[in-house]
């Protein structure tokens, strides 16, 4: 499955659509501005939240949390010792610990379990001008969660740039 993210309306308070590769609406990114921490949340093409993604308040490190059904889902950090490049590491809350690495900002990175290759993240091979696509390697992976992870990383990369 292969999903297309117009990432120039990427900030908080922005809503935008993610579109499969026949161009329908799959998913929408709605941002909540005017919100004491940071929060989106990722609706199905009916209006219906499928996750809901908000800053943990309180953290030492910038920490988002992916929600369903006001279930936690996943936490998501930056790795502590990461110097090459960005390492995010995803905590779902079965135990299982998903990776996140790669050039973030870039939008070149991809997300992996155990090794095993879940999603790319890549701007590579579309000739869009400010589009990355979202490639879903494994049929049985969650396509929503991954959107929310890919999203998560890509805000916590672009704060921690606003910061330095």
């Known amino acids: ?3 297309l993210v117009r990432d120039r309306l990427l900030g908080i308070g922005d809503d935008y659509w993610i579109e499969d590769e026949h ?3 799959v998913f929408l990114v709605d941002g909540k501005a005017m919100r004491l ?3 989106f949340q990722l609706k199905d093409a009916h209006g219906r939240i499928l996750i809901d993604i908000h800053q943990k308040m309180f953290a030492l490190r910038d920490t988002m949390v992916i929600e369903r059904d006001g279930e936690g889902l996943a936490t998501i950090r930056r790795k502590r010792l990461s110097l090459l490049r960005n390492h995010y590491r995803v905590s779902l809350a079965d ?3 998903l990776d996140v690495s790669g050039k973030i900002l870039d939008h070149e990175f991809a997300i992996e379990y155990d090794g095993e290759l879940l999603a790319v993240i890549s701007r590579r091979w579309l000739h869009l001008r400010d589009t990355y ?3 879903i390697v494994r049929e049985d992976a969650d396509p929503a969660l991954l959107i929310a992870v890919a999203v998560c990383v890509i805000h916590l990369a672009q704060k921690e740039r606003e910061d330095d």
């Open 37 to 39: 921490r940071d929060t």
């Open 23 to 25: 161009g329908r609406k």
């Open 95 to 97: 135990g299982t610990v």
């Open 133 to 135: 696509g979202v490639d």
């Open 1 to 3: 499955m292969r999903l």
